[in-house]
């Protein structure tokens, strides 16, 4: 994401003070007052709650239109991981009217973006609980994501840190779960959301739709797509099901767009092995975000992409490629922190990059070397690679920055001048083999591309991952960068 044209994964090291000081809250004793709780996330501090993971959700969404609440149920089943008297969830633009753990009323007390919860009786560390929000999600404006409305109905673009205004949770990359959708819409309208369809049941006026992931998923990848949609299915490589969803009256034009998925599929596998999911799909929404993402097993796509004239079909391409590469990295494979986001946008600006060149003709180490010149001014504006800039004061989408894409990626270019060809191809399939469906840290990419090569790479890749200014460029001597503002 966000890319525009022109069991549990704890952070144990990162959130042992923040849970350290959560305990006095947490553990008996009086307690303090409700206050925002989070993980220690350096950039959104607030994000996920101390004392427990989730395992799962089940989401259940009533819709009225895309200019009201829906009315919702949502249920989450975690574990203790210590003695909690009372918990946080992330949750805000919408009214909680009850909570209930365990199958017990709860009180309650909404705080900023969060949403305090003490149980009937304590939850002991280690043990299992359900908790049940029964609220409502208000599409409100969808500036600062979340819900996004289109033409005729919604769909969520829940990056960097809006799932929590579309349903309860601990919305963080290193607390992925798994999902159930179950959404009633007028009968009239087509629901999707992300993995497989457990089938719909129509009684009178309404259609109830069911969804399940077979693999967990972070929050901010969710996706629910509500609308006057056409769905196409077709087969992709090895039998995987595809199915793409578009507005109902542009099917036939997108048909050329959607089509080229099945390539697209065998393209990338060819390089770094088998899809990692259920199934996959393109879902083109009438909607204005500015951005694509690649919600798990759905990429979200902006109508207005592909009906440019000015686009040529390779960088159109490029792009769908960009967002399916993340299925691989970013989905299967997540970042656990966000200042870990270039492990995502760096691979997925990388495919992007080589499928342009072999499409399009444009080469892969003419847009390095020009990122490149630019990397030091890159990383004054965001902050190195691995060490981004906090987000924007109201801009948390912000961290988007052009050393998350293009500065990102030319540390992986550096390391395969550095490695050779054949060993960075070896990495990259055995990265994604060591890591599916879990969280990952920068330290983790340091570490096994060491274990691969053979080679103690830590002082190469920190350099380039956290210095802020660039490297020499193994192999390219002649590069220099540029030092005065573009």
Request: hydrophobic share 40%.
């Amino acid at each position: 994401m966000p890319h525009s044209p022109g069991p549990r994964f704890p952070l144990r090291r990162l959130c042992a003070a923040v849970t350290a000081t959560a305990a006095l809250l947490l553990l008996g004793g009086a307690a303090p007052p409700p206050r925002p709780l989070g993980i220690g996330d350096r950039l959104f501090p607030y994000l996920g709650n101390p004392g427990y993971h989730v395992h799962s959700y089940d989401i259940a969404l009533d819709y009225h239109g895309n200019d009201r609440p829906l009315d919702a149920v949502t249920t989450i089943r975690a574990r203790a991981t210590q003695r909690l008297r009372r918990f946080n969830l992330d949750f805000a633009r919408g009214t909680v009217r009850s909570i209930e753990v365990d199958g017990k009323p709860a009180q309650f007390i909404p705080v900023e973006e969060d949403v305090v919860v003490t149980p009937a009786e304590v939850l002991h560390s280690g043990g299992w609980f359900t908790i049940t929000v029964h609220h409502t999600s208000d599409p409100g404006s969808g500036r600062d994501g979340g819900w996004i409305r289109t033409a005729d109905g919604l769909v969520m673009a829940n990056q960097a840190d809006a799932a929590h205004r579309v349903f309860p949770g601990s919305d963080h990359p290193s607390e992925k779960a798994w999902f159930t959708f179950r959404v009633t819409a007028p009968k009239d309208l087509t629901v999707v959301a992300n993995g497989l369809a457990l089938g719909h049941r129509t009684e009178g006026e309404a259609t109830t739709w069911t969804y399940r992931t077979r693999h967990p998923m972070a929050t901010e990848l969710a996706q629910v797509s509500i609308g006057h949609s056409a769905v196409a299915e077709r087969t992709g490589p090895h039998g995987l099901p595809l199915r793409d969803v578009v507005p109902a009256a542009d099917r036939a034009q997108l048909e050329k767009w959607t089509s080229r998925t099945p390539e697209h599929l065998s393209w990338l596998e060819h390089r770094i092995g088998g899809y990692p999911f259920e199934n996959y799909g393109v879902l083109i929404a009438q909607a204005s975000t500015g951005y694509e993402l690649e919600t798990q097993t759905l990429s979200l796509f902006e109508r207005d992409l592909f009906s440019r004239a000015t686009l040529p079909d390779w960088y159109v391409e490029s792009v769908m490629v960009h967002e399916l590469a993340h299925q691989w990295f970013g989905d299967s494979v997540t970042p656990r922190t966000w200042s870990d986001l270039w492990l995502s946008e760096a691979h997925a600006t990388w495919y992007e990059s080589l499928y342009a060149e072999e499409k399009g003709g444009r080469k892969l180490a003419d847009r390095m070397r020009v990122a490149y010149q630019y990397s030091d001014l890159m990383r004054v504006d965001g902050g190195p690679p691995a060490a981004i800039k906090a987000p924007v004061p109201g801009k948390k989408i912000s961290i988007f920055r052009p050393v998350v894409y293009d500065g990102s990626a030319l540390v992986l270019y550096a390391l395969r001048q550095k490695i050779g060809a054949p060993a960075f191809e070896r990495l990259e399939r055995a990265w994604l083999a060591a890591h599916r469906d879990t969280s990952v840290t920068t330290a983790d990419f340091i570490t096994l591309a060491s274990r691969v090569t053979g080679h103690n790479l830590g002082s190469f890749l920190r350099a380039w991952l956290y210095s802020p200014t660039t490297p020499p460029m193994p192999g390219h001597p002649d590069w220099k960068v540029t030092r005065k503002p573009a």
